[in-house]
């Protein structure tokens, strides 16, 4: 038998999945960005007389140990990987991914903000990612929980109660959500799914970085402003979303705040102004109702080169605020924005 090493101890394996898990044959995985600080409960099977142990494979890149356990000597014998059936998200951005990966008919239950796809409706119990209620999570019967790890008290609750959990901290590159892909896909027994999947996003990704390629030089990079809602709240470049910009050859006036801010400062009208962006994304229209009519309508805003030219962005909330499979859906919307841009300028 293999021992996963840096994951959480479970309660015995047979007891924990095997009543209601599915089994797969394959399981690859392909970690090749940087590292990710995300983790799969150790899971282990009690050795029987007719098979040998077996455990989830390693879904974190882990080299796995080999344990002191006897192995059965008939070579006919195979290991039956056994996958969690009754999963529970409490993060949006993973429930994205098991969906995207074809893990969607294992999820169990989702937490109150996994609005999608769509289908997630009707698996929301009123659990809340934030302030989860373990008691009540547990009595849902899962045999696998996956959050984003900022949640320490919850995680060692899990532990104490013998439940395997797989974390998804937010990622910094876009490199970091395929890795994660890739770990949830193993994980759950769609390897194969998760490979292709990265494979497609990477593809799209490789084809909006040739369509950035062959715009025509410009004097100087374009520069944006990135509105979390109508305060001025913005984003740097070290962060998740500020960082697709970056790969884009974008500059981000927010950049340029002296004071910290943790990555998230709060912008003021005339700073904005006096920057005057070439282009404005809106991050907030679903929750906020910001549209670029409102933007235009804000005293200075219509002397803005953004507003006066057109090339002010809305965005999906959910979208621009997760690092899930459907980043390069708001890079693509970037990417026609820069070259909206690009064609005004000719």
Request: glycine share 6%; net charge negative; proline share 5%.
């Amino acid at each position: 038998m293999k021992r996963i090493t840096r994951l959480a101890v479970l309660l015995p394996f047979v007891l924990a999945v095997a009543a209601c898990g599915t089994s797969a044959d394959d399981a690859s995985d392909d970690a090749s960005s940087e590292a990710v600080e995300t983790t799969v409960a150790e899971t282990s099977t009690e050795t029987t007389e007719s098979a040998p142990e077996t455990t989830a494979p390693a879904a974190d890149g882990e080299v796995a140990e080999e344990s002191d356990a006897e192995v059965a000597d008939d070579p006919s014998e195979e290991d039956e990987m056994v996958y969690p059936s009754a999963i529970i998200s409490l993060s949006p951005t993973a429930t994205e991914m098991l969906y995207a990966v074809g893990a969607g008919d294992q999820v169990l239950a989702v937490d109150d903000f996994s609005n999608f796809p769509a289908e997630t409706a009707d698996k929301m119990p009123g659990v809340s990612g934030y302030d989860p209620n373990v008691e009540a999570i547990i009595g849902l019967g899962p045999d696998l929980i996956v959050t984003d790890g900022t949640n320490a008290d919850l995680l060692d609750a899990l532990d104490r109660a013998g439940i395997s959990h797989w974390e998804g901290p937010a990622a910094e590159t876009v490199d970091d959500t395929f890795e994660q892909i890739l770990e949830l896909g193993a994980a759950t027994g769609h390897a194969d799914e998760a490979g292709a999947l990265v494979d497609e996003l990477t593809a799209d990704l490789d084809a909006l970085l040739e369509r950035i390629a062959t715009l025509p030089d410009l004097e100087t990079p374009l520069t944006f402003y990135h509105e979390l809602d109508s305060t001025y709240y913005s984003v740097t470049s070290e962060t998740f979303i500020g960082s697709t910009y970056t790969s884009l050859g974008l500059r981000n006036i927010a950049d340029l705040v002296e004071e910290e801010s943790y990555s998230y400062p709060q912008l003021s009208a005339e700073f904005i102004l006096d920057k005057d962006p070439d282009i404005i994304f809106l991050a907030c229209t679903i929750y906020c109702g910001e549209t670029p009519e409102s933007v235009a309508a804000r005293p200075g805003w219509d002397a803005l080169s953004a507003v006066a030219a057109g090339h002010v962005v809305p965005l999906n909330d959910d979208i621009a605020s997760r690092w899930g499979p459907r980043i390069v859906e708001h890079m693509s919307a970037v990417v026609d924005a820069v070259e909206a841009v690009a064609s005004a300028g000719e």
